[in-house]
């Protein structure tokens, strides 16, 4: 029977550790299939029978450590440097190599016989490479492979073999301080995806016949109730039942103002309820909410290889087998061809041993993404994978889908005209009298009209809908009715002035209402999809962000498409499309521009959003759906986040593109120093360590610059 497991694994530092856990574990017997998310330390293992233990074993054996855990948990653990000290199981093998130089150094100063410091140098080394032999010769005899954990391992013998003990004890000693380094950089940085995790609270206040109890999240089911004090995170996605109150959805949409919520209206878990005591009907289990599918989509994203990033994998295959090769070369050719001394060279081919780990280039662009991802996740922008974060940085046009997406997707009215002295309170009070009851959408705006300007309906009897002309009904005695141009020209305009009236509101693209009685035209209220306030201010930061063209793409007619397109500045626009004929748009700007995106409301536009370079569903808040079929998703409902992802793509790539020149730079420099004799054994392992280290502050600066932001 096959199974599913997933562990978290600590002691990961570098891709190299990562591949040979992969390795490691894959070879075992009954694996079906492995993946290990080195920014997450998440193993997922899929394998016939059960081999939780052998699993465990094996990582251990490679010295490394994996925890089972469940599919929605990941162990707690303090990003804290002290804390992540006394986890760590070569911090203390670093220490007492770090004791061994120290002591070394201080008996060369001091009138010792010669081979006092070379004790202790020699007891930095062995003491620091004990842990490091111990991974070198387990990825050997398991994987058959070369890791940088044998490289430093023959490094420091050879080191003794020529009689350069201090330098040897210095070289071991700087590389174990330096992979403790590069492991506490990775752990901060998977502090960002913990800090999605720690966002619900491990427990809620269940409601029993007679009281309250607390219970894991677990534990809960859907249809029961839970009691949420102010204050508190809410625990999983629910609906209210009872009680008022302003939530926080900021750390699952990056939305800042916190929204009312009454009963029958959706929360989620991980948000903050306000100064109101809340009851909550549960409508997801905790391991389906909207938080949990959030996590689980950004760790796959974190895993999804960008194209830059399968280059770099590539080339790091071929790489280091060629400089082992090297080096060997390095260290025969000159004695046996030119009689050059043996020893000098063999102390270069060491050097080169050392430079030869390519973990620098090979983590350069992953932990890039992983910060970047992780950021965009805590601002409420659902990027699905390395490769649509680059995909961003490279958009040269964007369409956007106009209903739902640059307006707010539903009618409001904008317009009261009056005639024979009506007023606008008179002729609004009748019309909602006349379409209360009805569930048609411009029924509900002149409702919502109404209210908003508080008036009351007046009593209304005999409604009746008049299907395709409007509706009737008797207010105050007398027959009134609300309907369309067309059903009150049937009868005649009252004058050529309100029929000019209506022309040019609906050439303005307004839908008209009109209201009246069977003989008179009191009044005529227009109508239309309203633009968001923000859409015009979205558009220009768009262009400000690196695009060349914005094309709005609607199934509305002309007249309503080019007026929203006037107030909104885009730079085209299309009207009367098909979701067919949208696509054929999508392919048009391909053709013109190269990469295009797409933004629609993952539904509706699913074709068009499919065929884009990048499809961008918005408002994917609770939508399981639209969370699975969109490359990029925006949690809240409003563009104004996607000029940010934006550059955060175009920023990615500069990271990206700049670590890999630091990486192969330094690499390209210290090969050369090693091949002419300048290079030491330290200055090497300083070289790889430093490199390493500044490629992963580099990329987090996507994470922390964000957080500033």
């Not at 209201?515 to 005529?524: A, K, N, P």
């Amino acid at each position: 029977m096959e199974q599913r497991w997933i562990f978290q694994v600590s002691g990961l530092h570098c891709a190299d550790c990562a591949v040979q856990v992969e390795k490691g574990v894959a070879a075992l017997e009954g694996i079906r299939q492995v993946r290990l998310n080195l920014a997450s330390g998440r193993l997922e293992v899929e394998a016939e029978g059960a081999l939780q233990r052998a699993v465990t074993e094996r990582v251990r054996e490679l010295g490394y450590q994996a925890q089972p855990v469940g599919p929605g948990k990941r162990p707690a653990h303090s990003v804290a440097l002290w804390p992540f000290l006394r986890r760590s199981k070569s911090a203390p093998w670093a220490g007492l190599a770090g004791l061994f130089l120290l002591l070394g150094l201080l008996w060369s100063l001091l009138p010792l016989p010669p081979w006092a410091p070379r004790i202790a140098f020699a007891g930095a080394i062995v003491l620091g490479g004990i842990p490091v032999a111990r991974s070198g010769w387990a990825a050997l005899r398991l994987n058959r492979s070369l890791d940088i954990n044998l490289l430093m391992t023959l490094a420091g013998l050879g080191a003794m073999l020529v009689g350069e003990w201090a330098e040897g004890a210095v070289t071991m000693f700087l590389f174990a301080l330096g992979e403790l380094l590069e492991g506490y950089t990775m752990e901060r940085a998977r502090g960002a995806i913990r800090a999605l995790m720690d966002l619900a609270p491990d427990e809620a206040t269940r409601l029993v016949d007679g009281g309250q109890e607390r219970v894991p999240l677990e534990a809960l089911q859907v249809g029961e109730r839970i009691h949420v004090r102010p204050g508190e995170r809410i625990p999983v996605d629910a609906t209210v039942l009872q009680g008022h109150s302003a939530v926080d959805q900021a750390a699952i949409t990056g939305e800042s103002v916190p929204l009312e919520r009454a009963p029958g209206d959706p929360v989620y878990a991980g948000t903050v309820n306000g100064e109101g005591l809340l009851i909550l009907q549960v409508s997801r289990r905790a391991q389906d909410s909207t938080l949990a599918r959030i996590i689980e989509l950004v760790e796959k994203a974190q895993s999804r290889k960008a194209p830059v990033q399968r280059i770099v994998d590539r080339f790091a295959r071929f790489y280091t087998p060629a400089v082992v090769l090297g080096a060997v070369l390095v260290a025969t050719l000159p004695p046996l061809i030119l009689h050059a001394p043996w020893g000098d060279w063999f102390y270069r081919a060491l050097v080169l041993l050392v430079i030869a780990c390519p973990c620098a280039l090979v983590i350069s662009t992953p932990v890039s993404f992983a910060a970047a991802i992780a950021a965009a996740a805590q601002q409420g922008v659902l990027i699905k994978g390395g490769a649509y974060l680059e995909a961003l940085g490279r958009l040269r046009a964007l369409a956007l889908d106009k209903t739902g997406t640059l307006t707010e997707g539903r009618p409001a009215v904008t317009q009261l005209l009056t005639f024979d002295g009506h007023s606008e309170q008179e002729v609004l009070r009748i019309a909602a009298a006349v379409e209360t009851g009805s569930t048609h959408p411009l029924a509900q705006a002149v409702l919502h009209e109404a209210r908003r300007r508080g008036l009351q309906p007046g009593p209304a009897q005999e409604q009746r809908s008049l299907t395709g002309r409007g509706a009737t009904a008797l207010v105050g005695g007398q027959r009134f009715y609300v309907g369309n141009h067309t059903f009150f020209h049937s009868w005649g305009c009252r004058t050529e002035e309100v029929c000019r009236q209506i022309a040019d509101l609906e050439a303005a693209g307004q839908t008209v209402i009109l209201v009246g009685s069977e003989s008179d035209i009191w009044g005529v209220l227009s109508l239309a999809d309203r633009v968001r306030p923000q859409s015009r201010q979205v558009v220009a930061a768009l262009h400000r962000a690196g695009l060349e063209h914005v094309v709005m793409l609607t199934g509305d007619n002309r007249p309503t498409a080019e007026a929203i397109a006037r107030q909104v500045g885009v730079d085209d626009v299309r009207a009367n499309l098909l979701p067919e004929q949208k696509v054929d748009a999508v392919e048009a700007l391909l053709r013109r521009f190269g990469p295009v995106g797409m933004v629609g409301d993952g539904i509706n536009d699913a074709p068009a959003l499919a065929r884009a370079t990048v499809g961008v569903a918005m408002g994917v808040i609770g939508s399981d759906a639209a969370l699975e079929t969109a490359d990029v998703a925006l949690m809240q409902d409003d563009l104004g986040h996607l000029p940010w992802a934006l550059r955060l793509g175009r920023r990615s790539s500069r990271v990206v593109a700049q670590n890999i020149a630091l990486a192969l730079g330094l690499k390209a420099l210290f090969l050369g120093l090693a091949v002419a004799g300048l290079a030491t054994l330290w200055m090497a392992v300083f070289a790889d360590v430093g490199a390493s280290l500044l490629v992963t502050l580099n990329g987090l600066r996507l994470l922390w610059q964000t957080r500033k932001s």
